[in-house]
């Protein structure tokens, strides 16, 4: 079975998802990740998904699963590269991801990692205006 | 059926500048057209609708002018009908083309067969039955053409009316204008992702000033938009809302779960804010011409 790899770039983990998920891929990753954070101490989670072309609920789940784990280990998640077409599709199907951050590409991703893990309070300042 | 064949044909042989001069004045006057220019023009037409219309009744069967054999009068008919339609005339005006043959065709008709009352009843009939016929086809072929204009310019008003302008570096702007529809979102959503891409925008403005009502179905797609430009990692921000709007949104219960500004000034403000940049007043003003 293909294993999803995990990358370590300064403080933050880089998952760039290029196969087709399924369950047991998707429990994987989750189990290698949760280790990964608390073993290397990372503040953040950076998940690629620019690769992928169909995105379904139960990704769309798994991402959110992923988000909330990171949360209580203390590590921001930020999905990257999403296509516009896969989020046309996220929304129709009435999955925002609301618990997940978002970035265009993994350069953006990082920047956002770092503004939120530099100044934790001011970033949900922003964003409310 | 081809003993009424032959009188039709032969009429048409015998009496063809007749028939022509006639249906013309006839066409004329239930029209109200009397251009001098369009009289050669119309003069062709009709001398190419009777010579088709000849052929054709030599051949094909007068019950059913979707025969092959029929094809050629089609296409003139449809060609006279794209024509007006294009060119403004009404539908009544278009049919009237095919109608006022019939004047003068009884006319003949009633001169040609006076001793034979039976044989001028079933002529009269069948004669009329066809150019019925004729005459819807045109009809059809005219609202065909219509209907065509009019899904061109719906095509035209979806494109010309979802511009993605860019501001500033990293922020774009969605002046939104005429009211949401599924169909409208769709494209908006799309040129908007597709401008995010491009740009590497993380900020977009949507104004909604030229909405002219936010309903519950109007808010929906608006958060449908707002949720797949922040899956593609950009914020943002709602303007242009009016007072009337404003009271709407409050009474309908709508949350839309979004910063939003009065004005497109103010989100401009709030965008470069949260870029990094500002505006300010410069200490000697710039001249005119500088």
Known sequence: ?129 | MSQHRNVILSLIDKHHQRLLTDWLACQKRDSGISDPRRDAEMQELARRFLDELRRGAQIAQFDNINAPDWQPIRNLLEDLSRDRALQGFSPSETAVFVFSLKEPLFTLLRQELRNDAETLATETWTTSQLIDRLGLFTIESYAKTREEVIARQQQELLELSTPVVQLWEGILALPLIGTLDSARTQIVMESLLERIVASGAEIAIIDITGVPTVDTLVAQHLIKTISAARLMGADCILSGIRPQIAQTIVHLGLELNVVSKATMADALALALRRTGKAITDRKVPAKPDA
């Open chain 1, 1 to 129: 079975m293909a294993e999803i790899p995990i990358l370590k770039i300064g403080d933050c983990l880089l998952v760039s998802i290029q196969v087709d998920m399924h369950d047991r891929l998707a429990m994987a990753l989750q189990d290698d990740l949760t280790e990964r954070i608390v073993a290397d101490r990372a503040r953040g989670v950076m998940i690629d998904i620019s690769a992928l072309e169909i995105v379904d609920s139960f990704i769309g789940r798994m991402l959110n699963n992923i988000a909330a784990m990171s949360h209580v280990l203390d590590a921001v998640t930020v999905v990257v590269g999403m296509r516009p077409a896969v989020a046309i599709t996220l929304v129709e199907l009435g999955l925002g991801l609301t618990g997940v951050r978002t970035a265009l590409n993994v350069d953006k991703g990082l920047a956002l990692i770092r503004r939120i893990i530099d100044n934790p309070e001011s970033d949900d300042a922003a964003r409310l205006g």
